[in-house]
């Protein structure tokens, strides 16, 4: 949570912090502690121990104000940037000398760490520059100071999470519905008259994520049949729906505030066979286990574990098998990592995966999303996203899991 | 180009170049250097004077032979580094050794460049790892290697813009279209039997973009009235559409293989008054005069000041103001730069602004978008996207500018 920044900095002897970046769009540690959009950016300072200052354009500043996270905003012209570019001739000479400014009116003396997504040639040369003016500007590796304050998630963030999530369900219940309504003629599937492919569900669903307000920067899953063997397969618009065939459907949309939510289902049209109950009834006993399983204190390992077990007892093979140095690859049975975190990226710590020791917190958010796949043949993978409690977790959004539709 | 790369790194004295990144999403160095989407990113090497080598997981090696840029493909795997995992415990340990044996390898021993849109405090430490393991990673200021490269479009990539402006113009004539067909009842505008509000137009143009399988990250702007008049205002969902208001559409969408396109319209439903009228007349004149003045040889601020003078002309003060010391702001007039360069992202060099002194080059794709703004009245901005060439430029995607529909 961001209140967690100033013990964090204080424990790492850091005195400071600079958040920078053109835009907050795809920068997630420059919309955590702005809290909002700005679409031209800005520039966050934080002295230990002090409230931050936000230095935004003259035509962010209201967008600044909305955002409502700082309180001390001011803009560039308030800094004198304008008389800075005219000295130094451009951005990239100005712009350490106005963070030296701010630095020292902020009374910051110690070690500083540059934050945002920008581009690393850019932020090398100005970590150059910064030191030449005497900043000791240091890196950090992951989990870093705010890394590690993103991954607990404050009341706020867990309703908007909540809401994305509500919009998100919304969205797979009506495809659903639609699916389950879609008519035979002459051997073939239709939804409203027009044949059933990938490329029509794909378009119902962009068509119903925009009139919720989310948008899909990565795009959906939605893979029919053998395409649902290969998790990164995001599905043939011309593959048509057919009945008894596979589907894994995996949504992962983003709201205006930052915000992503993460769910799969996986289903057939009409009638299973015997080989999709099999693997179906596997991954969800294994997803339903984790879910029951998970609670603050257990490690991501250990959640995978219990996924593990119960995809082996049906007699699927698992990734276990790799780190027990019993084989060297895998392209059947359950291949992947069971969850990760989730908040103003698609993918981050905490990890629920072999190897990883740390223990989960209250306020984590993270997919729990077994799966199995036969190559050549389909693929099953069943996901929600979760908050983690001190007791159990909190399911932030439920959609049914029923194989036939 | 990307062909300019070599001579470039020769010029600055640098022997090789990473880029990398955890995905292609708004990485526009990666996406570039890589030719397309890597869900899960990758690392791009390449030693002055040898074909470029990319490092992907095994999971993305079906995208990167798909992305097609890189003919030297290799995996993770192949450069051992699972065993480079179990041997540093984490990734951000493991990460520089495996750099550092690629390097090697590749036969780089001079000064190196990290590029990449990535969290600066990891990549400072990146950094310092690989310069305690005696490699010399310096930073660029801007416009770096890859943004010069980037400046200068090659055929393929014109041929995408264009195709991206085609979609982006389908959707703009559909709207109009709407909007011209909108029924008056009990004096409220109606398209469909829905009352006509900015609310349904944005998810009429999100529907749109979804078909044509565009996405707008940065959302769509339609404003009404006074809301007009601020440049960055995305409009009110609530607001009514209403006969003789202004109305500024800019809508900025992005297609899959990451490159953007840019254009604004404004018009009145039914008849404009004389002020609309004078503010439309001034904004497109300024705008074709400006196209019509591009080419490859003039600045970015003499196309800026061809269009100052035609508003300035019509009566309207301009930012020109600003820069002849004569005023300290402005909200009135035209309160903004001409343009900018489009590409893998909606805002870059080369910039179309005063004080900005480098010619522009063929085959550089920018935006003209001059407007006049009243605040309290509302506001007028024309925008086409144009590839500039060494007579002129191609408009790449032509849309009616009318003010009355």
Redesign the interface.
């Known amino acids: 949570m961001i209140d967690d920044i100033d013990a964090a900095m204080r424990s790492k002897g850091i005195d400071g912090i600079i958040v920078f970046g053109?835009?907050t769009?795809?920068d997630p540690?420059l919309t955590y502690v702005v809290g909002g959009v700005l679409?031209?950016g800005g520039t966050y300072f934080k002295k230990l121990g002090r409230p931050p200052l936000l230095v935004v354009s003259?035509?962010?500043y209201?967008?600044a104000k909305r955002a409502g996270k700082v309180k001390r905003i001011q803009t560039l012209?308030q800094w004198g940037y304008e008389r800075l570019l005219r000295r130094f001739e451009?951005?990239?000479?100005a712009f350490p000398h106005l963070i030296l400014q701010i630095l020292r009116t902020e009374g910051v003396r110690g070690k500083v760490?540059?934050?945002?997504?920008?581009?690393?040639?850019?932020?090398?040369?100005?970590?150059?520059k910064l030191e030449r003016l005497g900043v000791r500007?240091?890196?950090?590796?992951?989990p870093?100071?705010?890394?590690a304050a993103r991954d607990r998630k404050d009341l706020n963030e867990l309703e908007e999470i909540r809401g994305v999530g509500a919009k998100t369900a919304k969205v797979v219940n009506e495809v659903l519905h639609a699916l389950r309504n879609a008519k035979e003629k002459r051997g073939h599937l239709q939804i409203d008259r027009k044949r059933a492919t990938v490329g029509l569900i794909k378009?119902m669903i962009?068509?119903k994520?925009?009139?919720e307000k989310l948008?899909?920067?990565?795009?959906t899953i939605f893979a029919i049949g053998a395409s649902g063997a290969d998790?990164?397969n995001a599905g043939v618009d011309a593959a048509e729906i057919r009945k008894g065939k596979l589907i894994v459907f995996d949504i992962f949309p983003q709201a205006?505030s930052g915000y992503w939510f993460d769910m799969t289902r996986s289903f057939v049209v009409g009638r299973a066979d015997a080989r999709a109950r099999k693997m179906f009834d596997a991954v969800k006993g294994a997803q339903m286990a984790s879910v029951d399983f998970l609670t603050a204190g257990v490690t991501g390992e250990s959640a995978m574990e219990v996924s593990c077990e119960v995809i082996e007892r049906a007699g699927y093979r698992t990734v276990r098998e790799i780190f027990q140095g019993k084989a060297k690859?895998l392209s059947t049975g359950f291949i992947h990592s069971l969850g990760h975190g989730v908040g103003l990226t698609i993918?981050e710590s905490p990890y629920l995966s072999l190897g990883i020791k740390d223990s989960l917190q209250s306020r984590e958010v993270v997919t729990v999303e077994p799966g199995v796949y036969l190559p050549g043949y389909g693929g099953v993978r069943i996901e929600d996203t979760v908050a983690v409690k001190s007791k159990g977790v909190e399911i932030l959004a439920k959609v049914e899991k029923e194989l036939e539709l």
């Open positions: 053109n835009t769009l795809a540690d679409p031209r003259n035509l962010d209201g967008s012209t451009n951005r990239g000479s760490v540059l934050f945002g997504r920008n581009d690393l040639a850019n932020g090398l040369h100005l970590a150059e500007v240091i890196g950090q590796q992951s870093t100071i705010l890394e378009f962009a068509s994520l925009a009139r948008i899909a920067p990565e795009g998790p990164h205006m690859s993918g």
